[in-house]
C-alpha cells in the first residue's frame, strides 16, 4: 500500500521549548486518521508544520512522495473554528466559494461551474438554505459545517481537520462523521485532530498517539489500548470512563 503522508525526524520549537520532538511516521493512503493527545501536545502544531505554517527545526514532511509546495494544491484544510473572524462582514456562500480560488485563482471571477461547486458542497453539509446569510449570524455547529463545505470545494486529496467537532451539536457532529466516510471512501486520506477519547474506535481507523514525542502510530485497534493511553495520557481507563461520561452529556444534556 502507498504510503500518502511520510514524516522523518520532525521537531518543532517555539522559543528553546520543544513542541513536537523528532517525529517520524508514515501513514498509508485513504486512512481516515485521528490525532490524539493531551492539550500542549503539538497535536495542531503538527498540521500546521505539515501546511508550512509554522518554522520546523528539522525534519522532513513529504505527501506521496511530493513536497508540500508540489502538493498544496492537493490539501484541504479546516482550522479550528476559534482561529476565524466570524464578524468580517461575508456571506456564508462566499466563505464556502473561497474553497475554489485555488483552482481559479484568487484574481479571477468565479464561473457558473465553480458557483453550482459551492451549491452543491452546502447542499451536502445541510447549509444550502443559509447560503446568503452573514457568517456571524450562524451558530457554531453551522459554522463549522461551512468550513467542511469550503474544504470539500477543494477536491483535495488530503483533508488536515484542527478539531472539526469542537463546540458542534451532536447533529452536526454526526453530519461530520458521514462526509468523513464518504471521503474516505473515496480513497481521500484525512488528519483530524480530535479529543474525544469514547468515540476514537468508532470514527477512525488509524490513530498517531502523541505528546510532543510519538507515543505510537498505526491502524487503531492495534495502538489506541490502556497501555498506550496510559503512556500518551498519564492515566488510562479514568480518561475512558471520563469520555464517555462527557459523550452522554452531550447527547443528553445531563452533566
Known amino acids: 500500500m502507498q504510503n500518502a503522508i511520510e514524516i522523518e525526524n520532525l521537531t518543532v520549537t ?47 514532511i513529504s505527501f506521496l512522495d511530493q513536497p508540500f509546495k508540489k502538493s498544496r494544491n492537493k490539501i484541504a484544510y479546516v482550522p479550528q473554528r476559534s482561529s476565524v473572524d466570524w464578524d468580517f462582514p461575508i456571506t456564508a456562500f462566499e466563505l464556502v466559494l473561497m474553497g475554489r480560488y485555488n483552482k481559479i485563482g484568487y484574481l ?26 452573514q457568517i456571524s449570524q450562524l451558530s457554531g455547529g453551522q459554522q463549522q459545517r461551512l468550513f467542511i463545505a469550503r474544504a470539500l470545494l477543494q477536491e483535495a486529496e488530503f483533508y488536515l481537520m484542527d478539531e472539526p467537532f469542537a463546540g458542534v451539536d451532536i447533529a452536526t457532529e454526526r453530519a461530520i462523521v458521514v462526509l468523513m466516510d464518504k471521503l474516505k471512501e473515496q480513497g481521500k486520506t484525512l488528519l483530524v485532530v480530535h479529543h474525544d477519547l469514547s468515540t476514537v474506535k468508532t470514527y477512525f481507523d488509524w490513530a498517531i498517539l502523541l505528546n510532543t514525542c510519538l507515543i505510537a502510530n498505526g491502524p487503531v485497534q492495534e495502538v489506541f489500548c490502556s497501555d498506550m493511553i496510559m503512556r ?12 464517555a461520561h462527557l459523550t452522554q452529556s452531550k447527547t443528553t444534556g445531563v452533566s
Open 14 to 60: 517555539y522559543g528553546k521549548t520543544a513542541v513536537l520532538w523528532d517525529i517520524n511516521l508514515t501513514i498509508p493512503k485513504g486512512k481516515l486518521v485521528g490525532i490524539i493527545g493531551p492539550n500542549g501536545a503539538g497535536k495542531s502544531t503538527l498540521l500546521k508544520a505539515m501546511l508550512e505554517m509554522v518554522d520546523v527545526l528539522s525534519g522532513t
Open 232 to 243: 500518551t495520557f498519564g492515566r488510562s481507563h479514568v480518561l475512558l470512563d471520563e469520555a
Open 108 to 133: 479571477k471571477w468565479p464561473k457558473a461551474a465553480d458557483r453550482e461547486a459551492a451549491k452543491k458542497a452546502l447542499e451536502l453539509v445541510g447549509m444550502l438554505i443559509f447560503a446568503d446569510r
